[in-house]
């Protein structure tokens, strides 16, 4: 290992395992009620603990080391975190919100869809839900059967979805390693591995939310049929839920970034218009490229 790739990775370990070791060490700081990290270490001896966390730090490394992952990147982070993730499907339904999400689905099996789109918000009690993933839920419930097990093999491949679309996004807008540090760093988030296993909407929200801003963003690129399909991602997303409406602000932010990059292009000479119908620019025939190659530098 040279020393330019020796020093990022020992920073990064030691980090790793003081992490833990803070945590362990202000614990009885963390007064909170739901989930506490005092908890944590109440019933487990803490050797074993920082035993597991230097052992899945070697492992890591070793993991790093594995070709496949720069040259498949996508796939990789789609297969991983879709193996990680159904480690956790033993988890129980404990949020009460999934009963509702699953007496909608249910309308949907027994009458059909036009019954369900016909009586939600009326027969169909929707409180503060939107349609598309009871509806989703529905169709499964349909065709596969009232199993808890098909809807946790959805989610997961939403979320697998998402973590591969995070790629795709840092890919578009920085490079292939902005975009894998990306997908891992959302691997990262503990909270998310308790909510893939549930019958709720947050997982399949945030598919949608990223699918809409990376179809967006390749719509503002290329033109030709990304267009229609980013505006059917918007509207997915749309209906998903409430709290994407504002998520879905930042398109308006992506658009100005366009529109500003444009205009500088436009001044110096170099701009090529992506025609709508195939994504071709102008006066050169062939493949146009991005008309601002970085949004951000």
């Not at 944590?40 to 594995?66: E, M, P």
């Not at 049929?225 to 505006?231: C, E, G, M, T, V």
């Amino acid at each position: 290992m040279n020393r330019n790739i020796r020093l990022p990775f020992l920073l990064i370990s030691l980090f790793t395992f003081l992490t833990f070791v803070l945590l362990f060490i202000f614990r009885a700081a963390d007064d909170n009620r739901l989930t506490s990290w005092q908890w944590v270490f109440d019933c487990v001896d803490i050797v074993n603990i920082f035993s597991i966390l230097i052992l899945g730090i070697v492992v890591a490394y070793i993991i790093s080391k594995i070709t496949f992952i720069e040259q498949y990147p996508a796939s990789f982070l789609f297969l991983f975190s879709y193996f990680i993730s159904a480690l956790f499907w033993g988890e129980p339904e404990v949020i009460v919100d999934v009963s509702r999400y699953f007496t909608q689905a249910k309308h949907l099996e027994m009458y059909g869809i036009s019954y369900f789109f016909r009586e939600w918000g009326h027969a169909i009690q929707s409180w503060t839900d939107l349609p598309l993933v009871p509806f989703l839920y529905g169709l499964i419930f349909k065709f596969f059967g009232e199993a808890r097990l098909s809807i946790q093999v959805f989610t997961t491949f939403l979320f697998s979805m998402t973590v591969a679309l995070t790629y795709l996004i840092g890919k578009d807008l920085w490079d292939e390693d902005v975009g894998l540090f990306g997908g891992m760093l959302l691997l990262g988030i503990p909270y998310l591995f308790t909510q893939i296993p549930l019958m709720l909407v947050d997982i399949p929200a945030m598919f949608f939310l990223t699918f809409a801003i990376y179809t967006f963003i390749r719509a503002l690129k290329r033109g030709g049929s990304w267009i229609p399909l980013a505006s059917s991602a918007i509207f997915l997303a749309f209906y998903a839920k409430y709290s994407a409406w504002l998520m879905l602000s930042v398109l308006g932010v992506i658009f100005l970034v366009y529109l500003i990059k444009n205009k500088g292009l436009r001044e110096g000479g170099s701009l090529k218009i992506p025609s709508p119908s195939r994504g071709e620019g102008e006066g050169g025939g062939g493949n146009s490229e991005l008309l601002t190659p970085n949004y951000i530098h």
